[in-house]
Nanobody
Framework: QVQLVESGGGSVQAGGSLRLSCAAS????????MRWYRQAPGKERELVAR????????NYADSVKGRFTISRENAKNTVYLQMNSLKPADTAVYYC??????????????WGQGTQVTVSS
């Protein structure tokens, strides 16, 4: 079955950096677009970044443009989120998701369990 396991979260001071990883299994990773979301306490889940299956197209939320970079290594079934110049407003649980298609071209989104990122001022 589809499994997504995030890692790399932690506590960091404002201005610092973290690199999140998401290890995927149970589906054809190289055929699936991937996304990173985040959810802060009391707020709705927010799409942070997304990357195409080949890695040649990326999009970012305005709040993270120029600071975060999404990338992937299809040979390792892993997607990354490099986060620089972190701000307290970036504090949230970060989730990766996979867009997986079936034989009838229906698409489903699967989620990992999340990893906590805490940025202190």
């Amino acid at each position: 079955q589809v499994q997504l396991v995030e890692s790399g979260g932690g506590s960091v001071q404002a201005g610092g950096s973290l690199r999140l990883s998401c290890a995927a299994s149970g589906f054809t990773f190289s055929s699936s677009a991937m996304r990173w979301y985040r959810q802060a306490p009391g707020k709705e889940r927010e799409l942070v970044a997304r990357i195409s299956s080949a890695g040649d197209s990326t999009n970012y939320a305005d709040s993270v443009k120029g600071r975060f970079t999404i990338s992937r290594e299809n040979a390792k079934n892993t997607v990354y989120l490099q986060m620089n110049s972190l701000k307290p407003a970036d504090t949230a649980v970060y989730y990766c998701s996979a867009i997986v298609g079936d034989l009838w071209r229906r698409e489903y989104e699967y989620w990992g369990q999340g990893t906590q990122v805490t940025v202190s001022s």
